[in-house]
C-alpha cells in the first residue's frame, strides 16, 4: 500500500495541468506546512525564526515546467533577490536550485550565464549555492555543469542521490574537485535498470558514500530524517575524529522539528531546507510521496481549518 501511494503521488508530482491550478489558488491543502510561503518577505521571516532557534537555512524558491528563456531569467532574477535579502538581514542561510528552472532543457548557454548571475550575486553576499539534483535522466548534464561551475566558483556545490547505481562512480570522480556535497537518498521514481530497487540497497549505499565523502576530507552535508543514517554518521566521525566542521545535518522544513532541535542542542550543525514560492505543487507532492505519515498530518491540518 505504501508503494502505491508513493507511486500515485509521483504520479501527481508531473501533472502539469494541477501545477497551474495549484498556482492560483495559493497555499492550500496543508502545503504550508512545508511550504514558507510565496513571498521573499514570508521566506525571510521564516529564516529568522529559525535562526533564532540555532538552525542553520537553505532556502529554495520553487520552480517547475520552466519551458522558455523568459522564464528561466524570471527564476534566476528570483533567486538572485533572495541573495540579495539573506545578504541584506544578515541570515544564516544558502541557496538551493535546481537546474531545470534555470534552462537545463532548453540550452546549455541559458543554464550557464543564469548560474553565473545567481553564483557572483551569491559570492558578493557571501552566500553558498547548491545545484539539487533531480531526475536520473538529467543527473549527468547537472554533475558536468556543477564541474563547469567549480572551475569558476568556489561557492557552488551540488546533490548526490544514493539510490542510483552510478553514485560511488561519481563520489570517486568529484573528490578532485574537493566538493561540497549533500548526500540524499533520492525522491524520484527511477528504473531498476539506474537505480536500486531495494531499501536496503538504497541504505546500505547511503551509508557507504556518507563514509567515502568523509574520509576524502571533504565537507559533506547528511540530508535524511532517519535516525539509522544520523547515528551511523555520529559514529563514523567519532571512530575517525571528524571535526564537527566538516559535516552538517539537513532536513526538511516542517519535518520532524523536534529532532532537528535536539541534534542543535547535542551540538551539530543543523540545516533546514526551506522552499518558498507559487510552484510549490510538485514539491508538496514529492514530500506526500516520501512518508505516508506527512498524509496524516496534511489531513489533520485540513480537519482544524
Given at each position: ?46 529564516i529568522k525564526e529559525l ?19 523568459q522564464e528561466a531569467n ?232
Open positions: 500500500m505504501e508503494q502505491v501511494m508513493r507511486n500515485a503521488f509521483l504520479f501527481l508530482s508531473k501533472n502539469k495541468a494541477l501545477t497551474k491550478m495549484a498556482r492560483k489558488y495559493g497555499l492550500r491543502f496543508g502545503a504550508g506546512r512545508f511550504v514558507a510561503g510565496e513571498r521573499i518577505d514570508q521566506a525571510v521571516q521564516c535562526n533564532e532557534k540555532e538552525l542553520c537555512v537553505t532556502i529554495d524558491y520553487l520552480g517547475e515546467f520552466i519551458d522558455t528563456e524570471e527564476m534566476a532574477d528570483n533567486s538572485i533577490e533572495a541573495i540579495r535579502a539573506i545578504g541584506r538581514e544578515k541570515l544564516d542561510s544558502q541557496l538551493s536550485l535546481k537546474m531545470t528552472s534555470m534552462g537545463l532543457d532548453i540550452s546549455d548557454e541559458i543554464v550557464m550565464n543564469n548560474m553565473r548571475r545567481i553564483l557572483t550575486a551569491a559570492k558578493e553576499n557571501n552566500v553558498f549555492v547548491t545545484i539539487d539534483m533531480e531526475d536520473y535522466s538529467r543527473c549527468g548534464k547537472t554533475i558536468e555543469i556543477f564541474k563547469r561551475l567549480k572551475e569558476e566558483f568556489d561557492n557552488v556545490g551540488t546533490v548526490i542521490q544514493s539510490y542510483l547505481y552510478r553514485t560511488v562512480a561519481d563520489i570517486e570522480d568529484l573528490n578532485q574537485y574537493n566538493p561540497n556535497l549533500r548526500l540524499v537518498k533520492g525522491a524520484y521514481k527511477e528504473s531498476p535498470n539506474v537505480a536500486f530497487p531495494e531499501k536496503k540497497d538504497v541504505d546500505d549505499n547511503f551509508k557507504k558514500i556518507i563514509e567515502m565523502h568523509l574520509l576524502n576530507g571533504n565537507y559533506t552535508a547528511v540530508a535524511t530524517h532517519d535516525d539509522a543514517m544520523i547515528e551511523f554518521t555520529k559514529e563514523l566521525v567519532k571512530k575517525h575524529n571528524i571535526p564537527n566542521d566538516q559535516f552538517e545535518f539537513q532536513m526538511l522544513y516542517g519535518i520532524r522539528p523536534e529532532r532537528q532541535l535536539e541534534l542543535v542542542k547535542e551540538g551539530y550543525k543543523m540545516r533546514v531546507y526551506v522552499p518558498y514560492g507559487t510552484d510549490w505543487y510538485g514539491y508538496f507532492m514529492r514530500r506526500l510521496a516520501e512518508r505516508p505519515a506527512n498524509v496524516a498530518f496534511v489531513l489533520k491540518g485540513m480537519i482544524k481549518k
